[in-house]
């Protein structure tokens, strides 16, 4: 087996927490000896525990990438754990703990990050060189964006996220959300992201507002919560489409939400690829989706989707509308796009290829054990 220790710094849930999350759920316990590192008071506590995989809780690691206690704490858990491969999150303090350790580096990237230049990029390129063995992109959008940073190309790996599929509900199921949801008999669109600037719900609503008032059985409901959430709710109300928009606050699982919706919108400036887009997906719910870097490889456009400018409220509308108009479209296109989060974004093949990543790893560096 492998010992693999995690460390992800994060006390709340977002991209990477869903990732090990979703990760802890299929790898091989037969292969692959777990061992996760959190901050105390961690959202994924619970999570992990039930999902009967160790933990760690290590303090002054909480939301930060880098900290001196941060590196002495993690130390101090890698020569406990003894683990042939540390796999990070962001966390620099981690990578620097097991380059002490002289144990291998996993570091994943989940985001897309604005270029760097000059001497921040050379000292970019020579710190995260350094550190990590192989750094893993989650999608081809990511690739390129570390390879502008000067990560080495040798390092570079390419794993999409693996995405479990949503359990899809039967039709009277269905209909009984929609009339829990005052949407019986509407054309529901859905908006399932964190409510921040980079989202830019602002173009949804602007957009929902335009196909509205063309179309009147339109609704439009954006799942999930966030610092601009009453922003957003007098956004509608300004637009005078109040009444077409729902706001259901945060959402534990949004398996009702995602099966109640027609069509899946992502309205994203930038973004390194779309689990929403992918659950959707799962379910044969058509996207339309900004071309914001990582989503266009999530959608195809013309074939599972329509991908629109970013920013461009005019090309988002007309794509609603076009769905609207061709019902045969919409199925032909959510069931192209099941077929594809099936084939690209399984969960069982992203767990392999960090298997195969690993084993890889351990055979080249057989021997080093942590100091």
Not at 3 to 21: C, F, K, P, S
Not at 136 to 152: H, M, P, Q, T
Not at 259 to 278: F, G, H, K, P, R
Not at 328 to 336: A, D, I, N, S, V
Request: aromatic share 6%.
């Amino acid at each position: 087996m492998i010992r693999v220790m995690q460390v992800i710094t994060d006390t709340n849930i977002g991209g990477a927490g869903i990732w090990l999350l979703n990760f802890l759920k299929y790898y091989d316990r037969d292969r692959i000896d777990m061992t996760v590192v959190i901050p105390k008071n961690s959202a994924l506590k619970q999570r992990i525990e039930a999902l009967d995989v160790k933990y760690d809780e290590v303090e002054g690691i909480a939301d930060s990438s880098f900290s001196p206690e941060g590196i002495g704490q993690l130390k101090s858990e890698i020569r406990k754990i003894k683990p042939q491969i540390v796999h990070t999150h962001a966390s620099l303090s981690a990578r620097i703990a097991a380059k002490l350790c002289k144990v291998p580096v996993v570091n994943t990237r989940h985001c897309l990050e604005a270029p760097k230049k000059g001497i921040k990029r050379m000292l970019y390129r020579y710190i995260n060189n350094l550190l990590s063995d192989k750094v893993i992109a989650v999608s081809r959008a990511v690739y390129r964006n570390l390879l502008e940073d000067g990560i080495e190309e040798r390092k570079l790996e390419l794993i999409y996220n693996g995405v479990p599929a949503l359990k899809s509900l039967d039709a009277q199921s269905r209909r009984e959300v929609k009339i829990r949801l005052g949407v019986e008999g509407c054309l529901v669109v859905g908006i399932f992201a964190r409510h921040k600037t980079k989202k830019n719900h602002k173009l949804f609503l602007e957009a929902a507002k335009a196909a509205y008032e063309v179309n009147d059985r339109f609704r439009f409901l954006i799942v999930g919560t966030g610092s601009l959430e009453e922003e957003l709710k007098r956004e509608a109300q300004r637009l005078e489409i109040s009444d077409a928009v729902i706001f259901t606050g945060y959402v534990e699982d949004i398996t009702e939400y995602m099966n109640a919706i027609d069509i899946n919108v992502l309205t994203s400036d930038y973004e390194a690829m779309s689990i929403s887009l992918v659950e959707g997906m799962t379910l044969g719910k058509p996207c339309i989706t900004t071309d914001a870097g990582g989503p266009r490889e999530v959608v195809e456009n013309g074939k599972s989707g329509i991908v629109v400018p970013c920013r461009d409220a005019v090309n988002l509308t007309a794509a609603l509308m076009r769905f609207a108009s061709d019902p045969e479209m919409c199925r032909r296109f959510g069931e192209y796009g099941k077929k594809i989060a099936n084939e690209r974004f399984s969960p069982e093949e992203m767990s392999q290829k960090l298997l195969n990543l690993y084993e890889e790893i351990s055979v080249i560096k057989k021997g080093n054990e942590p100091v």
